[in-house]
Every structure is written in C-alpha cells, then in structure tokens.
C-alpha cells in the first residue's frame, strides 16, 4: 500500500504540491501564501518528501485510517495496536475493531463520509476503562470514489478519572450539605390551634449548589403564633451551618415576645457575628387570633402574599429594611389583614426568581398561580411548586411556608369562643372580673374544677394588674379546641417576673400561684406602651 497516495483534506496542501511540480503553471498570486510558496528555493522538501507512515507511527496519540463504505482498515499506527491490538489490513472495522463500536465511532465515520466534514467525540469510555477523545476527518484516495476517514484518538483517561473524582467529591460535598440542611429545618411543624400550616423544602437540583433556606413555626403563648422564613445568601455547608444558628436564634427571640421588627433588629447583630461575610433575608410574622391580622417585619425579603375566601390576592407592602449582618438600619413592623377563610403564603426567592426574568414578574406568577390555589395548605404547597415550574433539578433552593386561617362553621366554630370586659378599676373591679369569668366558663361548659381553676388564674391576674398596672385594664377569656386562655392587658410596661415570697411578705404569690396551677404562662409588652399577662389551661379531653 502506498500509504502517501492517501491527502487529509487540509488547506494549501495542493496548492504547494503544484507550486513544487510546476512553478510556470502557477496562476498569479492570491494572497500572502501563495506568494510565499511560489519564492521558496528548489531545496526545500514538499509535503510529499516526507515518510508519512513513519511520521504518523510515531504519534503518541492513537491512529487509524480506513476506507470505502464498510470502513475496512488500511492501516493502524504503533500507538493504537498497543492499547487494541494489531488489526488486520481490509477487514471491516465492525468486525475487527470492537473498540470502534464502545467509542460510537461507525456511525460517526458514515456522517463524515457523507458529509465530508469532520466530527469529535469528548471523553468516551470503552469496556475496559480507558476514555478517550476521537476526531474522524475525512481523507481522499485515488482508488476509492468513496475516500476514507482517519481516526486520531487521545488518552484521556487520567483526565476523565479526574473529573469523575471531582464530581464525586462535589456529589457528596452536596450531600452533607442537603442533609445538615434538613437535619436543622423543623422536623415537624408546630400547630397553632386557629391556624393550619404546611411547609415545604425542595433543595435544588444536582448540579446547583444547596443554599440556605429556611422557615419555623413558632408558638408564643396565649393563641399567637410566629411565623418565619429565611435565605442565607451562600452555598454549601457553610450557608446551613449559619442557617442553623439563625434559626435557633430566631426562636430564642421569640420566647421574650418582642414586636417582629425588635427581632429582626436582634438578629441583624447576631448575623454579622457568626459570619460577616453571610447576609440572609427574613421574613418575621406574629398573628394573634384576637387581632384578625398578621403583623411582620421584614429584612430584605420578597412579599408576604395573602389570599382572601373570594380568591383575591393581597400583597404586604412596606416596611421593609436591608438584609441581616448590614447593620445600621432600624427597621420597623406593618400589618397586613388575615381574616377567617384567608391563606398567607411566605416563600424564597428560589420560587419566583428566573434567569433573563425580572422577580417582579416571578411574584405576579406566584400571585396567579396563588389566585386559584385552594385545598390544604399541604396542596397549596404542591400547586404553587408546580405551577412555578420548580422540579427536583431546579437551580435554586425553594421554601414555602403556607398558613390557612379556616373560616369555621357549624360544630367546629362551637369549639372557638372569645369574651373580654373592660376593668374600670376600684375595689369592685376583683369581684366583677370574677363573677364575668365565672359565667362565661359556666356558659362554655367546663368542667367544675377547670372552672374554678379558671375563675382563681382571673382573680390573681386581675388582682396583679390592679396592684402594679394602670388603666385601660382589660380582661380577655379565649376557648380553642384545645385549651383556655385567660389574659389581662393594662397599661403600664413593666413586666412581672415569678420570685420566690418570704413568709412575712404581703405580695409577691400571685405569679407563683398562676405557674402552679396553669399549663403555662407569659406576660408581654402591648403596641403603644402597655403589657399583657396571660396564662393558659390544657383541656381534659385535648390530646
């Protein structure tokens, strides 16, 4: 075989291969090349001159050459026959050449036969490990109308086993970082006795990096509840790890009973010390059952969006301050209504953020997909996640957080009562607050001794507000399905602590006797100056 007969299609070639046989046939020159080849002296060896079989089997890459429509071999070079095997000269490279079909190269080379252009494949892996890149290039030859196609293939096998160690090493650097994620999120939500709430987590898909998001539901004590929702600006363990410890700070806060915005102002400090190079935003929510609203504060976080009964969507405006760890910034509280029969949703950015979109029209999305989303607050998760288009390979992480006022009806409202009187104060205000609570209690149908349990919390508390407070004085008795609830409000901050009372003391059991006879209690600061001191009664038959 005359292995130089056979001319790779590559530019200029013939040009130098007539300007080296026939100076005076050559046409006039076209461009710097040509000039080039047409002033080179008669010693200098053409393409031809060269040993190509000798060239081409010294390669350190991997090369073959075949021809016609089968492929039949025509020559393999000392590189390939040492990682293959030798292969017989006109044999079909389907019959001799397993290797040719594990790379995927017999349909590759009827493409550049057909097409007369060359084709590559990255990083094919063969039966026994090795990877390797492969170019088929088209070549031409004078006893084959068909041409032929050379194979060059590149080892790259150190380099594929490379890559898969270093996306093995990010697949498990994901999964720690997935499961620490988890691990620190509510294992199961609390529920607030007059509100139903679901929560969802979905990390984002493999090749994006897990985030920080996070939400809580939190119980404050006398039917209020907390809600939050949250995103570490960061990626990786790292980013859960602050997560971690904002959330656990969160609910520390939440147990001083402080209006939201004095949390978030808490948590702007405790952020830029764990990590000041970690921003999160957040979402801090309080609703109380008295109220019909949720009071919030916001820092740096997307919209709290409410739906009402009829299906109209509402969205929290202002305020809303810089993201936590920023510092200097004093952020303040808003309200937004919440009455029976309405869905709050609380989210991340994940939900609604979109590459080349603004998150505006993200959150008009949300708003629509929120406008006909009813069921569960469980469904209302699931709906939201798929009308947003969120799978198991989406690019961000994406927490909800779905709170459902039910409007109650029939029977189960029987179960949900409120009364409240007005303390003028003076010596008949301990009686009469006594006497209302006796009959209210009487009229809910307790239990004689929970009523008289009852009627003993009213007195103490009325009797301490009395002592310590000043007007308005208010006394509130609340039935859930679960408990009681009995509170006082006045208008004096101080917030009274349990102490232990010496024997020549006066003063100083009442809080003592509340904790002792109550499931619990708490007292907190009011809007506007004032505090309220609660305490509540788990009812017999309430799991």
């Not at 088929?136 to 041409?147: A, F, I, K, Q, R």
């Not at 004095?262 to 921003?279: K, P, T, Y």
């Not at 939201?384 to 994406?398: M, Q």
């Not at 009469?432 to 609570?437: D, E, L, N, Y």
Request: hydrophobic fraction near 40%.
């Amino acid at each position: 075989m005359n292995f130089t007969r056979w001319s790779p299609r590559l530019p200029g070639t013939q040009r130098r291969a007539a300007a080296r046989t026939d100076r005076g046939s050559v046409p006039a020159a076209r461009g710097e090349y040509e000039q080039q080849l047409e002033s080179l002296p008669d010693d200098v060896p053409a393409l031809e001159d060269f040993s190509v079989r000798e060239v081409v089997g010294r390669l350190p890459g991997l090369v073959a050459l075949v021809y016609g429509p089968e492929h039949r071999i025509a020559y393999v070079n000392d590189a390939y026959a040492a990682a293959f095997g030798p292969r017989p000269a006109g044999s079909r490279a389907a019959d001799s050449c397993p290797e040719a079909d594990e790379l995927g190269l017999l349909p590759l080379m009827d493409q550049v036969l057909r097409s007369g252009k060359p084709r590559t494949v990255k990083s094919r892996r063969t039966r026994h490990g090795g990877s390797y890149t492969v170019t088929c290039l088209p070549v031409d030859t004078p006893h084959h109308e068909s041409g032929g196609v050379l194979v060059h293939a590149a080892d790259v096998t150190d380099h594929a086993e490379a890559a898969e160690r270093l996306r093995a090493s990010e697949r498990r650097h994901r999964e720690t970082a997935v499961t620490l994620q988890r691990s620190l999120l509510p294992q199961e939500l609390e529920q607030p006795d007059d509100l139903r709430v679901a929560a969802t987590y979905q990390p984002g898909g493999t090749d994006a990096a897990v985030g920080g998001d996070w939400y809580d539901v939190i119980t404050l004590g006398a039917g209020r509840t907390a809600l939050v929702i949250g995103d570490v600006m960061g990626r990786g363990v790292r980013a859960a790890a602050v997560m971690g410890q904002l959330r656990t700070a969160v609910r520390a806060y939440a147990r001083l009973d402080l209006p939201p915005h004095e949390v978030l102002q808490l948590l702007d400090g405790l952020a830029a010390e764990i990590d000041a190079s970690q921003i999160a935003t957040c979402v801090y929510a309080v609703h109380d059952p008295n109220e019909g609203k949720l009071v919030y504060a916001s820092a740096g976080h997307l919209p709290i969006l409410v739906r009402d009964e009829d299906g109209t969507v509402r969205r929290a405006e202002d305020p809303t301050g810089p993201p936590l760890g920023t510092g200097g910034w004093l952020h303040t509280s808003g309200s937004i209504a919440l009455p029976p029969g309405s869905t709050a949703v609380l989210y991340t950015d994940g939900l609604v953020e979109r590459r080349r979109e603004d998150i505006d029209e993200g959150v008009a999305a949300l708003e629509r997909a929120l406008a006909g989303a009813t069921g569960t607050p469980q469904v209302v998760c699931d709906r939201l996640l798929r009308s947003l288009g969120v799978t198991a390979e989406h690019d961000d992480d994406v927490a909800v957080l779905v709170m459902q006022h039910p409007s109650r009806t029939g029977p189960d409202a029987e179960l949900f009562h409120n009364a409240a009187l007005e303390l003028l104060g003076g010596v008949e205000a301990a009686p009469r607050a006594r006497a209302f609570a006796s009959g209210v209690l009487a009229s809910w149908r307790f239990p004689v001794e929970l009523r008289d349990l009852g009627v003993l919390a009213t007195s103490e508390l009325v009797a301490n507000s009395l002592q310590h407070g000043t007007p308005p004085m208010k006394l509130r008795l609340r039935r859930t399905d679960r408990r009681l609830i009995i509170e006082v409000t006045d208008g004096d901050d101080h917030l009274p602590r349990r102490r232990r009372a010496e024997s020549e003391d006066e003063s100083g059991r009442g809080i003592s006797i509340i904790a002792t006879i109550a499931s619990s209690w708490g007292s907190r600061r009011t809007p506007g100056g004032g505090k309220a001191v609660w305490c509540e009664f788990a009812l017999p038959d309430a799991s």
